[in-house]
């Protein structure tokens, strides 16, 4: 359902260890899928995108995995950092009639300890 | 690294009152698009403009909102008679094209606006 925001799901993971956030996307039609970490303050800042033809992409430290079949996205972060605490969104391409409009999802956010 | 700016970074104004948001997108980005974000939710789509014109926009963009490229490199954002409810972050962003095919082309998100209608 709708998120508040103020009670944003939130992943604690310890520094050095490999972190999962995920996303359930809203429209199978989709094409694109794009993760963004929000620091406080700040505009969405790209991380890794992938298109829907493929199901894996690897980027510096991270990795996006796609599953058409169940509409889920997830980002994996190895060997997470402290500078990696942040709100990660996930935002599809509305791919209706030439649109090329983000939705983006909820938000997960990402507590690194020390 | 060429990146999306906005200004101001902080815009308090009186309910009822005009502001322009205003964005420097990527120069070389033919794609520019207008978001909102309120305090601790979700980034919504406003509007997209391609070749001075708007080629689409969301319930949010209504009468009151209007987009404007005065020159080759600003891109405005302007809400004509601002509510409280206008109270966001504004976001700015920009793409450099559609690929082939029709495919998406990855958007960059500029630092926002906030904007406080009191």
């Known amino acids: 359902g709708e998120s508040v925001g103020l009670h944003l799901p939130t992943l604690s993971v310890q520094e050095g260890d490999n972190s999962i956030i995920n996303c359930a996307y809203s429209n199978s039609a989709s094409d694109y899928f794009i993760w963004y970490k929000q620091e406080s303050g700040k505009g969405p800042q790209f991380i890794i995108d992938?298109?829907?033809?493929?199901d894996k992409r690897q980027g510096q430290r991270v990795t996006v995995l796609l599953n058409k079949t169940v509409k889920h996205l997830s980002l994996q972060i190895a060997a997470t950092q402290p500078g990696d605490s942040a709100v990660y969104f996930c935002a599809e391409n509305g791919v209706t009639s030439g649109t090329y409009k983000y939705i983006f999802g909820t938000g997960t956010r990402l507590k690194v300890l020390a | 690294e060429p990146e999306v700016t906005q200004t101001p970074s902080h815009q308090v104004t009186q309910m009822g009152q005009e502001v322009i948001l205003r964005c420097v997108p990527i120069?070389?980005?033919?794609?520019f698009y207008w978001y909102r974000q309120i305090l601790g939710q979700k980034v919504e789509f406003l509007v997209s403009f391609y070749n001075n014109e708007i080629s689409e926009k969301s319930e949010i963009f209504d009468d009151q909102f209007s987009v404007e490229r005065p020159d080759g490199s600003n891109f405005t954002l302007k809400i004509r008679s601002t509510k409280l409810e206008d109270s966001a972050m504004y976001f700015c962003?920009?793409?450099?094209?559609?690929?082939?095919?029709?495919?998406?082309?990855?958007?960059?998100f500029g630092p926002g606006t906030r904007l406080t209608v009191l």
């Open positions: 962003a920009s793409s450099e094209g559609i690929l082939a095919g029709g495919l998406a082309d990855t958007q960059y």
């Open positions: 120069s070389n980005h033919l794609y």
């Open positions: 992938i298109r829907s033809n493929m």
